[in-house]
């Protein structure tokens, strides 16, 4: 029996429905990282001025702004509505649903801040003709987060691609800015 057959067959069934979102969510977010990166959709040119390169950068980070203002407008609702949890957790104990939004909240949160960073490194690192990338995974993240939104409760399968769609677009694109300084240092 071959390994990763064994290894397939000893997966859970919620291990299983994880790894097919996070496969999905993969090879999506490689699709879209090569497309933006190498396409050049926008058609972004040479030179660029660090105020073109800014707008860029701003421009990408609307939609995860949106995302994140979403997850923060998700817990003020339930909070606003419900007499238990409208005190805080520092008044009472917090019921299972705003325990909820709060991981919610959490997860797109380090996002954002993964992204923040993403961003501004590939705006001002890479050449210009590579700015698409901005707009098309900003763009991913925002897809990605709703459907971790909407799959959270749902369990781990059903929010895993949304991950997906967030995460390793910018794990793809930090690795692309590395192998393009090692290309640019040593060749």
């Keep these: 029996m071959p390994i990763s057959s064994s290894i397939t067959n000893k997966l859970t069934s919620k291990q299983r429905d994880v790894t097919q979102g996070i496969v999905i969510g993969m090879l999506v977010s490689f699709a879209v990282v090569i497309y933006g990166a190498l396409a050049n959709p926008f058609e972004y040119s040479e030179p660029q001025s660090l105020i073109e390169r800014l707008v860029i950068y701003a421009y990408g980070m609307i939609l995860p702004t949106l995302s994140l203002i979403i997850a923060v407008g998700r817990?003020?609702?339930?909070?606003f509505f419900?007499?238990?949890?409208?005190?805080?957790?520092?008044?009472?104990?917090?019921?299972e649903?705003?325990?909820?939004?709060?991981?919610?909240?959490?997860?797109?949160?380090?996002?954002?801040?993964i992204v923040m960073s993403v961003y501004f490194l590939w705006a001002f690192i890479m050449p210009a003709d590579y700015m698409s990338l901005i707009g098309l995974i900003s763009i991913l993240f925002f897809i990605g987060r709703i459907l971790f939104m909407r799959g959270y409760?749902?369990?781990a399968g059903a929010r895993s691609i949304g991950f997906s769609l967030t995460f390793y677009p910018s794990v793809l694109t930090v690795g692309a800015i590395i192998i393009y300084l090692f290309?640019?240092?040593?060749?």
């Design 97 to 113: 649903r705003v325990r909820r939004l709060q991981s919610v909240l959490q997860n797109t949160l380090e996002q954002f801040c």
């Design 153 to 155: 409760d749902k369990g």
């Design 183 to 187: 290309y640019r240092t040593f060749t």
């Design 75 to 79: 817990v003020a609702k339930h909070r």
């Design 82 to 95: 419900s007499a238990k949890d409208i005190d805080g957790s520092s008044y009472y104990e917090q019921s």
